[in-house]
């Protein structure tokens, strides 16, 4: 079942075009928009690039496998903000562990507001994330952001999920970013039962584009190897799609806005958080959290490193949900809980962290709440 906000927007931006308009060549119209994605291999003059108005977006690869990331990442991440471009992310699924390989993408990529995520499959032999292990991907990313990522997938990947999938899928819910390096796509080859059309069309690249200049689409301060996406529809409707935060249709309320919002109080941690001992006093920090949400906070600890993190324990006095964040200290993901009679979820959020010069230890961090019915 694809997402309410997923297909009110793609209806939005495929209104004014027919199915043919979409599979032949439609980055000859000047309405529509184009993207860019990159690697650190890849060459790019923004003071050039910034001469042609309809490239709007620059998408650039953050992490690969569970290991690798990007040397230009944070580089092009700046010099698209400072530019006015809309900046995504993605990262190359490969073989093995999907719920590391996520971890370390979000971890990379730190803040990633009004950002887009991706996930990229570039082939179903074994070397590549399966499409299980995309499932599992995909759904972390969402529990942990609130965002299902794009999949960047070719036409082989594209006929294998069909082949095995539906709408009631996770994969229905991920707007597609397509992989067909040609000028059109024939209607028959474009049947899908999972998505409706897609969201990019990644059309050049240097597979099929040999020469600088002479590409399908040519984005100045670039050379021939740069991947080309188009969307199409105006840059509103493209915004529309691309800092969307999907809250989870199954659990969180139909609508977005929450019923309640409030902070904690000043958290501290203990004088042995070193050794994970527990906050002698559990519901110090938030009584109402606990009064009235069944939630209990057990610890924050404190890791002073170079990287300095914050672990937080939350769990329902039911016992039966529990849930350990692991933290950076300038992350902003969102985390949920039930409550402990289960008619509300509770979204955490990682505010800030006051760091005390002379004791970590009396140094506060700062929470917020938002609470949602569970429908």
Not at 202 to 219: I, R
Not at 277 to 304: H, P, Q
């Amino acid at each position: 079942m694809k997402t309410i906000g997923s297909l009110i927007c793609l209806f939005l931006t495929l209104s004014s075009f027919s199915q043919t308009d979409i599979l032949k060549e439609p980055w000859t119209n000047d309405n529509n928009q184009i993207i860019i994605d990159s690697y650190g291999l890849n060459t790019i003059d923004f003071e050039k690039l910034a001469t042609d108005k309809r490239v709007v977006g620059l998408i650039h690869k953050a992490t690969e496998g569970s290991t690798f990331n990007d040397r230009k990442f944070k580089a092009r991440r700046e010099a698209s903000k400072k530019n006015d471009l809309l900046f995504g992310s993605y990262h190359l699924g490969l073989a093995g562990n999907p719920i590391k390989q996520a971890k370390f993408y979000l971890k990379t990529i730190g803040n990633h507001e009004n950002e887009i995520l991706a996930l990229a499959i570039e082939g179903v032999d074994s070397k590549f994330m399966s499409l299980a292990e995309a499932e599992e991907f995909i759904k972390y990313i969402f529990n942990e952001t609130g965002k299902y990522p794009l999949l960047y997938i070719n036409h082989i990947v594209y006929k294998e999920i069909n082949s095995k999938y539906d709408d009631n899928s996770v994969f229905s819910k991920c707007l597609l970013w397509y992989a067909r390096f040609r000028k059109n796509i024939p209607e028959e080859q474009f049947d899908s039962t999972i998505w409706d059309s897609y969201f990019l069309w990644q059309f050049s690249s240097e597979l099929n584009c040999k020469k600088t200049g002479k590409c399908l689409y040519n984005v100045p301060g670039t050379k021939y190897d740069m991947d080309i996406n188009v969307f199409n529809g105006s840059r509103q409707e493209l915004l529309k799609l691309w800092s969307s935060e999907e809250l989870p249709i199954e659990t969180f309320a139909t609508e977005r806005l929450p019923i309640e919002t409030f902070e904690s109080e000043k958290l501290i941690p203990s004088s042995g958080f070193y050794e994970n001992e527990e906050v002698s006093n559990t519901s110090f920090y938030s009584n109402r959290l606990l009064k009235d949400y069944g939630v209990k906070f057990i610890y924050m600890k404190v890791n002073e490193s170079e990287n300095p993190r914050c672990v937080f324990n939350f769990h329902s006095e039911n016992e039966e949900y529990s849930n350990s964040y692991e933290l950076e200290l300038n992350e902003y993901y969102p985390h949920t809980i039930y409550s402990s009679d289960q008619k509300y979820l509770i979204k955490i959020k990682f505010d800030r962290f006051i760091k005390n010069p002379k004791n970590l230890i009396n140094s506060e961090a700062i929470l917020s709440f938002e609470i949602y019915v569970n429908n």
